[in-house]
């Protein structure tokens, strides 16, 4: 197969070596050029425009940031006969609005964002969340299954279900990364000591975040950054406007506290700032 893959970021450059690992033909293209080194040294070709990457292909893969950043390649690369594979973040409205477009170029349009994050990522064993044609999930299965581990490579439905699901899931990392801290800022004010409070935390609800996130915290540098704040904070804002009739107040407040930390300064950071941000400078800003 020729495949183009299309956003180089943290989790696009280790799923695009999965590709060529697998023997396929690379052309992968980057909005900001510089970042296709290991690829190209791999063995891809780059490509200057989404539309020279897409041209000649038989599937093309989009892992960019968010719904803007697919609205504004797509309409280059969607043409006759190719299958689009986005795995991209995007939400469940855009998914069914780009798979329209898709369709009425005769591209076929799979939604496929990924559960897991940079690690699971190089090691191909992220969780996909799919929402497919059943026409075009045999085909789609052969690209997912290159970066996803075979049994958490799921069809949820048809287009826009897999990113349905997907806000789903962030709803809960926002919500857990939001409540965390504030739980900290609690225990701080209470005069816990902050290890013995994250040593019984680690054993219960909060369990999930603490083991991920204890490091970063007890070093206070979120620049080690795996699943950047500022994707956090598009998800939840994605999650509030996906709900027409339900008011989700929780996560809402995780929203506000994902952007209260961006705007303190925590952009490009790790989302675990949540947690500090939270935790230390509500802290410091009560005294
Ligand atoms: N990181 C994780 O742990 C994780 C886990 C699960 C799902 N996801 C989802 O996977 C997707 C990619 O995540 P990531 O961590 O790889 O993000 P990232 O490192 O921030 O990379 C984002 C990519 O999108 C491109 N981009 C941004 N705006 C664009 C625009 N307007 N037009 C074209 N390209 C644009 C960026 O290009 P430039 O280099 O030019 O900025 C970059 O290639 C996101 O939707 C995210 O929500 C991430």
């Given at each position: 197969m020729r495949v183009a893959f299309l956003g180089l970021g943290r989790m696009g450059v280790p799923m695009a070596q999965h590709v060529l690992k697998a023997g396929h033909e690379l052309v992968v293209w980057n909005?900001?050029?510089?970042?296709a080194g290991d690829l190209v040294a791999a063995g891809a070709q780059e490509a200057k425009t989404p539309g020279d990457a897409a041209a000649g292909a038989d599937a093309a893969v989009l892992m960019l940031f968010g719904p803007e950043s697919v609205r504004a390649v797509l309409p280059e690369v969607a043409r006759d006969g190719l299958l689009i594979i986005d795995g991209t973040t995007i939400g469940p409205e855009a998914a069914r609005e780009f798979g329209r477009l898709a369709k009425s170029k005769g591209a076929r349009y799979v939604d496929a964002p990924v559960a897991g994050s940079v690690e699971p990522a190089t090691a191909g064993t992220l969780g996909v969340l799919a929402g497919a044609d059943e026409s075009d999930w045999a085909d789609a299965q052969q690209l997912l299954h290159l970066w996803g581990d075979p049994e958490r490579v799921?069809?949820?439905?048809?287009?826009g279900s897999g990113s349905a699901l997907k806000l789903v899931v962030n709803q809960g990392l926002g919500v857990l990364a939001a409540g965390l801290g504030e739980a900290l800022l609690m225990a701080g004010q209470l005069g816990l000591d902050r290890e013995v409070v994250l040593d019984v935390l680690e054993q219960g609800a909060y369990g999930f975040t603490v083991k991920q996130k204890r490091e970063l915290l007890a070093k206070g540098?979120?620049?080690?950054?795996?699943?950047?704040v500022d994707l956090l904070a598009k998800d939840l804002a994605l999650a509030v406007n996906a709900?027409?009739?339900?008011?989700l107040e929780v996560t809402s407040a995780a929203l506000s506290a994902a952007l209260r930390t961006i705007e303190a300064?925590?952009?490009?950071?790790?989302?675990?700032s949540v947690i500090g941000h939270l935790a230390d400078e509500g802290e410091a800003n009560s005294h």
């Amino acid at each position: 197969m020729r495949v183009a893959f299309l956003g180089l970021g943290r989790m696009g450059v280790p799923m695009a070596q999965h590709v060529l690992k697998a023997g396929h033909e690379l052309v992968v293209w980057n909005r900001t050029p510089g970042k296709a080194g290991d690829l190209v040294a791999a063995g891809a070709q780059e490509a200057k425009t989404p539309g020279d990457a897409a041209a000649g292909a038989d599937a093309a893969v989009l892992m960019l940031f968010g719904p803007e950043s697919v609205r504004a390649v797509l309409p280059e690369v969607a043409r006759d006969g190719l299958l689009i594979i986005d795995g991209t973040t995007i939400g469940p409205e855009a998914a069914r609005e780009f798979g329209r477009l898709a369709k009425s170029k005769g591209a076929r349009y799979v939604d496929a964002p990924v559960a897991g994050s940079v690690e699971p990522a190089t090691a191909g064993t992220l969780g996909v969340l799919a929402g497919a044609d059943e026409s075009d999930w045999a085909d789609a299965q052969q690209l997912l299954h290159l970066w996803g581990d075979p049994e958490r490579v799921r069809r949820i439905g048809p287009v826009g279900s897999g990113s349905a699901l997907k806000l789903v899931v962030n709803q809960g990392l926002g919500v857990l990364a939001a409540g965390l801290g504030e739980a900290l800022l609690m225990a701080g004010q209470l005069g816990l000591d902050r290890e013995v409070v994250l040593d019984v935390l680690e054993q219960g609800a909060y369990g999930f975040t603490v083991k991920q996130k204890r490091e970063l915290l007890a070093k206070g540098d979120f620049t080690a950054t795996r699943f950047s704040v500022d994707l956090l904070a598009k998800d939840l804002a994605l999650a509030v406007n996906a709900t027409r009739d339900a008011d989700l107040e929780v996560t809402s407040a995780a929203l506000s506290a994902a952007l209260r930390t961006i705007e303190a300064g925590h952009s490009g950071e790790d989302y675990a700032s949540v947690i500090g941000h939270l935790a230390d400078e509500g802290e410091a800003n009560s005294h």
